[in-house]
Structures are given as structure tokens and as C-alpha cells.
């Protein structure tokens, strides 16, 4: 069995020869241990029927019936779900793009031709990821498995080392161990430290019309959960009384005629040098009229630490605004933006004429659009 210890292999080309090695093992039919953040598991690819009895022979000692076993598919990235499996309602798919990769386990459930079409994109056959119309997915966040799970390009399932009696499994050491590991087959296996929770994944049960069960005892409880399932906005600009507030008017107006129902969405907007309590201007109202939208009561309020902290996504006018909210909290690095996708920024209209406004509106909408499309929160019949 070939064992790779990841923090010692400090060179980047001995570290990418190791993945790549497991990835071939896992691609021809192998059993491999890799980590996850919950716990260490054993892994096989789903498409191959020998492969997926040996791990069933290692894991389940006693199985509900000599030819079905359902596992749990471990997925490289959301995307790779969603590209896979036909979720339907935006909280679903809202809550699987920000709750994956990481500690949770999503059952979702398939009418009958949609569970084949599924099966097939994945190339497995019915009885391995299935059970009674439902699919368990997971994407683990641990970034040298999502590596091998990308680069082996074949659907992969997992048990965790306990199943097979190695436990605690929060660290391979018990499944190495006397080389039990080795002694059973498994071909290759990664350490890369302890497991970060060595709990089990949080299971989310999907339902219908949007709605969702959390069952207890997982590594994140259900007000983690729900907290997920809601998505605040935040536009930011300078002074927050021209280009913050127009795009936040226009993100209201196009989430309350557009957005599915059943989604929980806040918008605001705060400015960078921005003296709070002051009025949006006259020409911003004006602006927004001119797109068929009343303006709201609106009163400026200076952009907080706290204020990024409490938003899920934002955007901003300029990449000068992103770098300030930046040096505000550089944990928002993965959720802040310029709202132009193309990176240029939205010029300030301020002392400049209505038409200017004006096009400024014109072109904060066709942006807000994007963006909005982007985040998949718009009903189908909308886009």
C-alpha cells in the first residue's frame, strides 16, 4: 500500500505526484483512505461493480440485502452537483452552493426518469447511489480530496474507516495500524492531518416546494443551516446617496417580480465615506423613475466592519470600494466583488448631469441583472 503523509512532502511536484497517484488508483477500481473535514473514509469509484463490492465488503459487515448498498456520492464541487443532479427550486440549489464543499450531506430526491438520467450522466448503475428516489451527495472540504476527486473523473462513493472497524477515524492511525489497511486491500492512502470536526456530516434532507429537514447530530447544527438559507445583499459605493442606492433599488424591484418564491433575501447598501442620515439625491430618484421603479425613503449610512461581516455577498462600484472593504475584513475576499464583472467600475455621477444619472441607472440594472442571475436566486420563467 503507498502511504503519502502531505505535511511532509513540501515540495509541490511531490505533493501533486501523490494526489495524481491516488486519482489513478481510485479511476482503476482501487480502494483508497483520504481525509475529509469530518472524518478519514474509505473510497471507491461508483462505476465499477467490483469495486464498489469490495468497499461494501469492508463496510457493510452485515448489509440490508446481498446487492444494495447505498452510499453516499462524494462530488469534487457544487457545481459538479447541481451539473449532475436536477435540483429544482433555488433554496435548494442556493443552499448547496454555499453549504458545499463543507460538513454536510444532502439527500435529494428524484422523480423516476430524472433518477436515470442521472445515473447515467454519472455512469453508475441503479442500486449504488439510489435508494427509494433518493441520492446522497456530499463535497468534502478538505482540498486535497476535492483534488483527487476532480482529477480521478469518475463518480466516487465513501464509508468512514469506523464502518470498517477502524476507529476513532478522525486520523488514519488506527486503519494503518498493523498494516490492517494494507491487509485488506486498500491500495493507497493520504494523511493529511487530523480530521477538523470528527463528527459526522450534518444531514439535509431536500423537500418539496423549497422547503428542508436538518437532522440532529452533525457537525453544524440547524441554525447553521438556516442561516444559509438566507442570502444578504450589500452594494457599496462613496457616499451612498447615487450609485449604492440606485443599485439597491433596482435589486429590490427586480427580486420582488423575479425572485422564486420562498427565498429569503435582504438588500442594503452603505458607503465607503459616507455621513450617515443623509438623503439620496434628487437626480438618483429621478434616475430611478426613469426605469419605471419608485424610490424608497433612503438614508446614507457609512460602511462598518460589522456590516460586511453580517453580508453574504457584495458588491461594489469600483475596485477602489473593494479594496476598502477589504481593510475593513479580508475574510470577505471570497464574497466581495466589483459589481461589473469585467472589473470596471461604475463612474460616480455626482454633480453631472440627469441624463448621466440616468444612464448610470441604465447601466446599474443591466449589472444587477447579471449579478442576480448569477447567484441562480431568479425564478426559471424569469431569465
Same mark, same amino acid.
Given at each position: 500500500?503507498?502511504? /503519502?503523509?502531505? &505535511?511532509?512532502?513540501?515540495?509541490?511536484?511531490?505533493?501533486?505526484?501523490?494526489?495524481?497517484? @491516488?486519482?489513478?488508483?481510485?479511476?482503476?477500481?482501487?480502494?483508497?483512505?483520504?481525509?475529509?473535514?469530518?472524518?478519514?473514509?474509505?473510497?471507491?469509484?461508483?462505476?465499477?461493480?467490483?469495486?464498489?463490492?469490495? *468497499?461494501?465488503?469492508?463496510? /457493510?459487515?452485515?448489509? !440490508?440485502?446481498?446487492?444494495?448498498?447505498?452510499?453516499?456520492?462524494?462530488?469534487?464541487?457544487?457545481?459538479?452537483?447541481?451539473?449532475?443532479?436536477?435540483?429544482?427550486? !433555488?433554496?435548494?440549489? *442556493? #443552499?448547496?452552493?454555499?453549504?458545499? %464543499?463543507?460538513? @454536510?450531506? /444532502?439527500? =435529494? !430526491?428524484?422523480? %423516476?426518469?430524472?433518477?436515470?438520467?442521472? #445515473?447515467?450522466?454519472?455512469?453508475?448503475?441503479?442500486?449504488?447511489?439510489?435508494? +427509494?428516489? =433518493?441520492?446522497?451527495?456530499? @463535497?468534502?472540504?478538505? &482540498?486535497?480530496?476535492?483534488?483527487? $476527486?476532480?482529477?480521478?473523473?469518475?463518480?466516487?462513493?465513501? +464509508?468512514? *474507516?469506523?464502518?470498517?472497524?477502524?476507529?476513532?477515524?478522525?486520523?488514519?492511525?488506527?486503519?494503518?495500524?498493523?498494516?490492517?489497511?494494507?491487509?485488506?486491500?486498500?491500495?493507497?492512502?493520504?494523511?493529511?492531518?487530523?480530521? =477538523?470536526?470528527?463528527?459526522?456530516?450534518?444531514?439535509?434532507?431536500? *423537500?418539496?416546494?423549497?422547503?428542508?429537514? @436538518?437532522?440532529?447530530?452533525?457537525?453544524?447544527?440547524?441554525?447553521?443551516?438556516?442561516?444559509?438559507?438566507?442570502?444578504?445583499?450589500?452594494?457599496?459605493?462613496?457616499? +451612498?446617496?447615487?450609485?449604492?442606492?440606485?443599485?439597491?433599488?433596482?435589486?429590490?424591484?427586480?427580486?420582488?417580480?423575479?425572485?422564486?418564491?420562498?427565498?429569503?433575501?435582504?438588500?442594503?447598501?452603505?458607503?465607503?465615506?459616507?455621513?450617515?442620515?443623509?438623503?439620496?439625491?434628487?437626480?438618483?430618484?429621478?434616475?430611478?423613475?426613469?426605469?419605471?421603479?419608485?424610490?424608497?425613503?433612503?438614508?446614507?449610512?457609512? $460602511?462598518?466592519? &460589522? #456590516?460586511?461581516?453580517?453580508?453574504?455577498?457584495?458588491?461594489?462600484?469600483?475596485?477602489?470600494? $473593494?479594496?476598502?472593504?477589504?481593510?475593513?475584513?479580508?475574510?470577505?475576499?471570497?464574497?466581495?466583488?466589483?459589481?461589473? !464583472?469585467?472589473? &470596471?467600475?461604475?463612474?460616480?455621477?455626482?454633480?453631472?448631469?440627469?441624463?448621466?444619472? +440616468?444612464?448610470?441607472?441604465?447601466?446599474?440594472?443591466?449589472?444587477?441583472?447579471?449579478?442576480?442571475?448569477?447567484?441562480?436566486?431568479?425564478?426559471?420563467?424569469?431569465?
Amino acid at each position: 500500500m503507498d502511504l /503519502f503523509r502531505l &505535511q511532509e512532502l513540501t515540495e509541490t511536484g511531490a505533493r501533486e505526484a501523490a494526489l495524481d497517484r @491516488v486519482a489513478t488508483a481510485l479511476r482503476e477500481g482501487e480502494i483508497v483512505i483520504l481525509p475529509t473535514e469530518t472524518v478519514y473514509g474509505l473510497f471507491a469509484t461508483a462505476t465499477s461493480t467490483d469495486a464498489t463490492s469490495r *468497499l461494501a465488503a469492508l463496510t /457493510f459487515p452485515k448489509p !440490508p440485502s446481498p446487492d444494495r448498498y447505498r452510499y453516499t456520492w462524494h462530488a469534487p464541487s457544487a457545481d459538479a452537483v447541481l451539473a449532475a443532479l436536477p435540483v429544482a427550486h !433555488p433554496k435548494h440549489r *442556493l #443552499l448547496i452552493r454555499r453549504l458545499l %464543499p463543507g460538513p @454536510v450531506r /444532502f439527500d =435529494v !430526491p428524484l422523480g %423516476p426518469a430524472e433518477m436515470e438520467a442521472a #445515473l447515467g450522466r454519472l455512469g453508475v448503475e441503479p442500486g449504488v447511489l439510489d435508494d +427509494n428516489g =433518493v441520492i446522497a451527495v456530499r @463535497v468534502p472540504s478538505t &482540498q486535497s480530496t476535492r483534488r483527487v $476527486l476532480e482529477s480521478a473523473g469518475t463518480a466516487v462513493v465513501a +464509508n468512514r *474507516l469506523a464502518s470498517a472497524g477502524w476507529a476513532p477515524d478522525r486520523d488514519p492511525g488506527a486503519a494503518l495500524a498493523e498494516g490492517r489497511a494494507a491487509a485488506a486491500g486498500v491500495a493507497a492512502a493520504i494523511d493529511d492531518g487530523p480530521a =477538523v470536526f470528527g463528527a459526522p456530516s450534518t444531514l439535509v434532507r431536500l *423537500l418539496p416546494g423549497g422547503e428542508y429537514r @436538518v437532522e440532529a447530530g452533525g457537525a453544524y447544527d440547524s441554525r447553521m443551516i438556516d442561516k444559509h438559507a438566507r442570502l444578504r445583499l450589500l452594494f457599496v459605493c462613496t457616499g +451612498n446617496t447615487c450609485r449604492s442606492p440606485m443599485a439597491e433599488a433596482i435589486a429590490r424591484s427586480v427580486i420582488a417580480e423575479r425572485a422564486a418564491d420562498g427565498l429569503d433575501l435582504t438588500v442594503a447598501s452603505a458607503g465607503t465615506s459616507a455621513t450617515a442620515g443623509v438623503r439620496a439625491s434628487a437626480q438618483t430618484a429621478g434616475a430611478l423613475r426613469s426605469l419605471g421603479i419608485e424610490p424608497a425613503e433612503h438614508r446614507s449610512r457609512p $460602511l462598518t466592519r &460589522q #456590516l460586511v461581516a453580517e453580508s453574504d455577498v457584495i458588491f461594489t462600484m469600483s475596485d477602489w470600494h $473593494l479594496q476598502e472593504v477589504l481593510a475593513l475584513d479580508p475574510s470577505a475576499a471570497g464574497r466581495a466583488m466589483v459589481l461589473d !464583472p469585467t472589473g &470596471q467600475d461604475v463612474p460616480d455621477p455626482v454633480g453631472l448631469p440627469q441624463e448621466v444619472y +440616468n444612464q448610470t441607472a441604465l447601466r446599474l440594472r443591466d449589472l444587477v441583472l447579471r449579478r442576480l442571475g448569477e447567484l441562480d436566486i431568479l425564478a426559471e420563467a424569469a431569465r
